[in-house]
């Protein structure tokens, strides 16, 4: 078995990052099998050199191998593409046509952005993936094949099978042995090293002297975030190889060359929202509402005792942290004997009171049971729709889900049981 370095002198792999040896390492170690590989990482990072050391390691080096973009083909000929199709199976199908499938029988196919498969096709290659069966579009013909798969993605399969962009099952298939090539942000000590073989590759291809960076451009470079990666820096090189006429390159240089050099910010914002959260204003909106619910729901049960018992300063000593929650924590800063004057002048209600003037009371605060009646529909499903999101958020954790709805978590309890989720 080849050692690491070789491997990585062999295919061109640059830097000695623990985290890019080890794909290495991984890669090297499963290539005598026939497990099936899913190699993941952000676009440009080499995703594409770990199916090319696997085949080129593997029992099937003297088969073909065959690198397949499946996000470059369009969805209503991609099923023609992998596994061929009969002569007039749609218009413009002239003869038989056999797919890469049956091309690289006895040899691996790479499947590079296998996230775009639309789901039709899914079926077809976790077929091919259980069995080695697959059928022609236009046949219904079996035929089989014996075809290693190696596939890579860039998007997070996890939120694509939450989305139900992509089966479950066929992501099980894929990734008996995942492999994952890190960001070039996080190989900071490779950054240098890449830039000045790429630097080097130009000079030859466009026979001119080599670009050379001085010690603050050095350190630009190492700052920089790369959201393009290896593919950004090589495209990089290329063009401050071939414009600038100096080949010294300083700082001030380099920044014409870095777009978004200075919008950096010290956290990450994303433009896009994410789903299930508060950051749009119509759900912020729906969240004040059910935080104006439940502090109404509490008013309706301090008033029912209150009509009930008719002692004010019983219901008060025996709910002082409900009436806390009600009217807020710094009611140190209110006077209290005010505020105790303002409870009893709105409700006044005399102790030991008859049943009939009881009865009265409650007439006189009526509308207090019917605010239920007067609740939205919409209200009741946001409402609903909001307690979902918060139990996804926290995986199902009451307490945690309570919390950031801002109610108890008995409350939640009693919500969820309500809903019946």
Not at 40 to 49: D, L, Q, R
Not at 314 to 321: A, C, G, H, L, P
Request: proline share 3%.
């Amino acid at each position: 078995m080849e050692s690491v370095q070789a491997i990585k002198q062999r295919f061109g792999i640059i830097g000695d990052d623990p985290k890019v040896n080890r794909s290495v390492e991984k890669a090297i170690q499963v290539a005598p099998t026939d497990i099936s590989v899913l190699v993941t990482g952000e676009s440009g990072v080499g995703k594409e050199s770990i199916p090319k050391i696997i085949h080129s390691l593997s029992h099937r080096k003297h088969g073909k191998y065959i690198a397949v973009n499946c996000g470059a083909i369009p969805e209503g000929t991609i099923d023609s593409e992998l596994f061929g199709h009969e002569k007039g199976a749609f218009t413009g199908a002239t003869q038989t046509r056999s797919g890469y499938f049956e091309v690289a029988d006895g040899g691996t196919i790479f499947l590079d952005e296998v996230g775009e498969l639309p789901l039709p096709t899914q079926v077809r290659l976790l077929r091919v993936l259980e069995n080695g069966e697959f059928i022609k579009v236009g046949s219904s013909k079996v035929q089989k094949t014996d075809v290693r798969i190696v596939a890579a993605t860039n998007i997070n399969m996890f939120e694509s099978i939450k989305k139900e962009k992509f089966r479950e099952d066929l992501y099980y298939r894929l990734s008996t042995v995942e492999i994952n090539l890190p960001p070039l942000r996080e190989r900071k000590g490779d950054i240098h090293l890449l830039f000045r073989k790429f630097a080097s590759d130009f000079a030859i291809k466009y026979k001119m002297p080599t670009i050379r960076l001085e010690d603050d451009a050095v350190e630009l470079l190492l700052k920089y975030r790369w959201g393009g990666n290896i593919r950004q820096l090589r495209n990089i090189a290329e063009q401050i190889s071939v414009l600038e006429q100096q080949r010294s390159i300083n700082a001030e240089d380099l920044k014409h060359y870095l777009p978004d050099i200075g919008s950096n910010l010290p956290a990450i914002i994303s433009e896009k929202r994410k789903e299930g959260d508060f950051s749009n204003e119509r759900e912020i909106l729906y969240k004040v509402l059910f935080d104006m619910k439940n502090d109404l729901n509490d008013l309706k049960k301090l008033t029912l005792k209150l009509m009930e018992d008719g002692d004010s300063k019983k219901v008060q000593d025996e709910n002082e942290s409900l009436i806390q929650k009600i009217y807020g924590e710094n009611e140190e800063d209110v006077d209290a004997e005010e505020l105790e004057n303002e409870r009893m002048e709105v409700l006044q209600i005399p102790q030991n009171s008859p049943k009939s003037e009881l009865q009265d009371a409650r007439d006189k605060y009526y509308f207090a049971e019917e605010i239920e009646e007067e609740e939205t529909l919409s209200l009741q499903d946001k409402e609903l729709e909001l307690i979902k999101k918060s139990l996804e958020r926290h995986s199902g954790k009451r307490k945690a889900a309570a919390e950031e709805l801002g109610i108890s978590e008995r409350t939640l309890y009693r919500k969820i049981k309500q809903y019946d989720l």
